[in-house]
Structures are given as C-alpha cells and as structure tokens.
T-cell receptor, first 114, second 114 residues
Framework: NAGVTQTPKFQVLKTGQSMTLQCAQD?????MSWYRQDPGMGLRLIHY???????DQGEVPNGYNVSRSTTEDFPLRLLSAAPSQTSVYFC?????????????FGPGTRLTVT | QQQVKQSPQSLIVQKGGISIINCAYE??????FPWYQQFPGKGPALLIA?????SEKKEGRFTISFNKSAKQFSLHIMDSQPGDSATYFC?????????????FGQGTRLTINP
C-alpha cells in the first residue's frame, strides 16, 4: 500500500493563479480531510469528506474548493491564489472502523504564493 | 479562536530526561484526545491517544495523563532520546453528523540534546 500520496511536493504560484493539489489513498478509507500547517498555528482543517459525493467545510475553507467523485481521490482547488495561502498542505484519511481519532497523513505539499 | 491550547512552543531536554508537553481545551464535546508526532519534511503520525474516561495511558516511554475536571492533558516522554526530536501536536476529536473532526494544538518543537 502506498498509503496517502500527495502531488506536487512543492509549488510556487503567482497571486491570482489557480491550481489543484492532488491527494489519493489506497486504503479504501471513507474519511478524507485537507489541513494547512502554519508556524505557531498547528494544523487547521480546510475541508473534509465522509464519502464519495459528500464534502463539508472545516475551520478555514475560504479560497478553497473540494470535490470527492471517488473513494480514492480528494483534490483541493485554489481558485485565485493569495499570499495568505502560502503554507504546507496535508491530506489525511481515516476509516470509521479504525482506531478512533487516527488519521493517516500524506507527506504534504509546500505552496508558496508570490 | 484556538480550541486546544498547547505549551510550550519549544522544548529542549537532555538525553535521558523527561519531556513534558501540556494541552488544555474548553469544549466538553471532545471525546478523544490523540497525540501526533511529526518529523521534518513528513506528515504527522499518530503516537498515542486517550479517551476522557481514562486518567492515564502508557505505551512504552510515552504516557498521556488526562485531567477531565481541569480539561487538561499532557504527554510525558520518559528517558528521552535524540530520535524523539520532532514536533508534537495534541489534538481533540469531536463527532459531527457522522464525521470525525480533529482540532489541533499549536505544536511543540522538541529537541533532545545528546
């Protein structure tokens, strides 16, 4: 199992550009989430999904869109990048049948918006 | 607002010493409290977790102490080793409409000096 994979590892965008961060998991997990990690802020939930076709907002959803057309994939779209979106982005997945509270995280995407 | 407050932000401990990281929360709807460990360039990984009806949980050198009345919990690392140097996040889980949402503390960068 590859676990949770994220692409790209690094990305530099100009203000106003759009892009999609890819996330895939091969563990057949129902739950998938996107977090951003900023110094001194911990990890903050952007959007999450409890299954294919179902998504909802987390703490900091503004400027981001998600969709979940398959169990495996959960892409995060930046509609019009802003410098405030410079961060490290993590995708995570978990299963309802797993140890409670456990999420598997991907390796992250480091995004810089200039 | 930060729903889970973590301290200290950074901690330096000598090899063989005890590392202690503290977290506090306000929301009594939280029902599970995991700790995550993150090495540089990697995603967080679950280290140990506790339910609020248990006052202490130990796994090897890692112990969580939980004080429900004070709404505080802490991670103790006994006989700290250089390989424990990492960033540690406490978290609190609540269930909302079938989804598990984690709220993370700000993180503690732990350095173990050899």
């Amino acid at each position: 199992n590859a676990g949770v994979t994220q692409t790209p590892k690094f990305q530099v965008l100009k203000t106003g550009q759009s892009m999609t961060l890819q996330c895939a998991q091969d563990m057949n997990h129902e739950y998938m989430s996107w977090y951003r990690q900023d110094p001194g802020m911990g990890l903050r939930l952007i959007h999450y999904s409890v299954g294919a076709g179902i998504t909802d907002q987390g703490e900091v959803p503004n400027g981001y869109n998600v969709s979940r057309s398959t169990t495996e994939d959960f892409p995060l779209r930046l509609l019009s990048a802003a410098p405030s979106q410079t961060s490290v982005y993590f995708c995570a997945s978990s299963s309802a049948g797993m140890r409670v509270g456990e999420q598997y995280f991907g390796p992250g995407t480091r995004l810089t918006v200039t | 607002q930060q729903q889970v407050k973590q301290s200290p932000q950074s901690l330096i401990v000598q090899k063989g010493g005890i590392s202690i990281i503290n977290c506090a929360y306000e929301n009594t709807a939280f029902d599970y409290f995991p700790w995550y460990q993150q090495f540089p360039g990697k995603g967080p990984a679950l280290l140990i977790a506790i339910r609020p009806d248990v006052s202490e949980k130990k796994e090897g050198r890692f112990t969580i102490s939980f004080n429900k009345s004070a709404k505080q919990f802490s991670l103790h690392i006994m006989d700290s080793q250089p390989g424990d140097s990492a960033t540690y996040f406490c978290a609190a889980r609540r269930r909302i409409q079938g989804a598990q949402k984690l709220v993370f503390g700000q993180g503690t960068r732990l350095t173990i000096n050899p």
